[in-house]
C-alpha cells in the first residue's frame, strides 16, 4: 500500500538513491588506491569521447575508434615519454648532488641580505626564517627518497591500470549510464540529467585543457633552458609543466629552481639569470594572456575571486591536491545551486 501511493514512492525512491549515492562517495574515500586511478581514467575518458565520437562519425566502429585513439597516443606521448625517463632520472641525480651547494648558497645569501637590512635599519633578522624553511626543504627531500621506491610502483601501476580502466569505460560508457540513469527517480531524472551532463563535459574539458596549458609552459620553458645550453633542461621544463597544474603558486614553484641554480652558476646580477627569469616570465605571460583565457577560464566559468577563494580553501583543507581539484569542484557547485535556483525562482533570470 506504501508504495502504490506515488508521493510516498517518489520520497522513497528520492532516499534509496541518496543512500546509493552516499555509500559510493564514502567506498571512494575508503578506497584511494582504486578511487584515484578510476577517478584519473574517468577524466580521461571524458577528455576523449569527443574525439572518439569523431571518428564513429568517419566510419569507424567504437571499439576501433577507441583502439586506434590509443595507438595515436602511445605512439605521439608514449613512446617519446619512455625515451625521456633515463634523461629525466640522470637530471635529477645530478641535481641531488647540487643540493648541498643549494642550501650554503641560500645561507650564504642570507647573511649578505641580513647585512644589508641590519645596515640600513639596524634591525637583525633572524636566522630561524632560512634555517626552518631549509629544515623543511631538507625533510621533504629525505621522505621523497625513503618514499621513491613506493612513489614509482604506484606509478608504474598507475601506468597499466588508468588506460586499462580508460578503454572499458569509453567502451562500456552507454552501459554504464543507463544503469546508473535506471537509479535516478523520475521527480528529479530530468534536472539530475542535466547536471550530470554538463558537469561531465566540463570536467573532461577542464583536465584536457589543463594538460594542453601544462604541455605548451613545459615545452617553452624546456626547450627555452635548451637552447640557453642549461644542463637540467628537461627536467625543469617537465617541472615547469607539472607544477603549472597548481593555480597561482605552481609557476613560481617551477621557476625558483632554476633561478637558484643560475644564481649559484653565474651569479646573483648576471645577465644568465635575467635571461632565466625573463623565459619563465614570457611562459607565464604567454600562459595568463593566451592560453588560460582561450583554453581553461571560458570551459569553468568562474569570476576570478570566487577561482582564487576556491584555490585558499583546497590548498587549506586538501593541500596541493585540492588546490588543483578546487576550480572544476567550485565549477560543478555552481551548477548545481544555479539548477536548484532556477528551480526554486523560475521567474527570475540566474
Known amino acids: 500500500m ?163 580502466f580508460t578503454f572499458f569505460m569509453m567502451r562500456d560508457s552507454d552501459i554504464f549510464k543507463s544503469k546508473f540513469l535506471s537509479f535516478i527517480p523520475n521527480s528529479i531524472f530530468e534536472r539530475f540529467y542535466y547536471v550530470t551532463h554538463a558537469f561531465n563535459q566540463q570536467l573532461g574539458n577542464y583536465f584536457f585543457a589543463k594538460f594542453i596549458e601544462a604541455l605548451i609552459v613545459g615545452l617553452i620553458i624546456g626547450v627555452g633552458l635548451f637552447f640557453l645550453n642549461f644542463k637540467f633542461a628537461i627536467v625543469l621544463g617537465f617541472l615547469a609543466g607539472i607544477t603549472n597544474i597548481v593555480p597561482y603558486v605552481g609557476p613560481i614553484l617551477g621557476a625558483i629552481p632554476a633561478i637558484i641554480i643560475f644564481m649559484m652558476e653565474y651569479g646573483a646580477t648576471s645577465s644568465e639569470v635575467g635571461t632565466v627569469t625573463i623565459l619563465y616570465v614570457i611562459a607565464n605571460v604567454i600562459d595568463n594572456a593566451f592560453v588560460f583565457p582561450f583554453l581553461v577560464s571560458k570551459i569553468v566559468n568562474l569570476h576570478p575571486m570566487m577561482v582564487a577563494i576556491s584555490v585558499i580553501l583546497g590548498s587549506h583543507y586538501m593541500g596541493v591536491t585540492g588546490m588543483i581539484i578546487s576550480i572544476p569542484v567550485t565549477a560543478a557547485i555552481k551548477l548545481i545551486l544555479t539548477e536548484i535556483t532556477r528551480e526554486l525562482y523560475p521567474n527570475r533570470k540566474v
Not at 20 to 27: A, G, K, N, S
Not at 66 to 80: M, Q, R, S, Y
Not at 133 to 144: F, R
Not at 149 to 163: G, H
Open 2 to 164: 506504501l508504495l502504490r501511493d506515488k508521493k510516498n514512492l517518489d520520497r522513497i525512491q528520492l532516499i534509496y538513491f541518496a543512500i546509493i549515492l552516499t555509500l559510493i562517495f564514502l567506498l571512494v574515500l575508503s578506497l584511494p588506491r582504486i578511487s584515484i586511478p578510476l577517478f584519473l581514467a574517468y577524466v580521461q575518458s571524458l577528455a576523449l569521447i569527443p574525439m572518439v565520437n569523431f571518428l564513429i562519425t568517419m566510419g569507424l566502429k567504437k571499439t576501433q575508434a577507441i583502439i586506434a585513439i590509443f595507438l595515436f597516443l602511445t605512439l605521439v606521448i608514449g613512446i617519446p615519454l619512455f625515451n625521456t625517463i633515463p634523461i629525466l632520472i640522470e637530471e635529477s641525480n645530478n641535481i641531488q648532488t647540487w643540493a648541498p651547494k643549494v642550501v650554503t648558497y641560500t645561507k650564504s645569501q642570507y647573511g649578505v641580505l641580513q647585512n644589508f637590512i641590519h645596515n640600513k635599519t639596524g634591525y637583525h633578522l633572524s636566522d630561524a626564517y632560512v634555517t626552518e624553511a631549509l629544515d623543511v626543504i631538507t625533510k621533504e627531500a629525505e621522505n621523497l627518497v625513503v618514499k621513491l621506491p613506493n612513489y614509482l610502483a604506484t606509478l608504474f601501476e598507475w601506468i597499466f591500470i588508468i588506460p586499462f
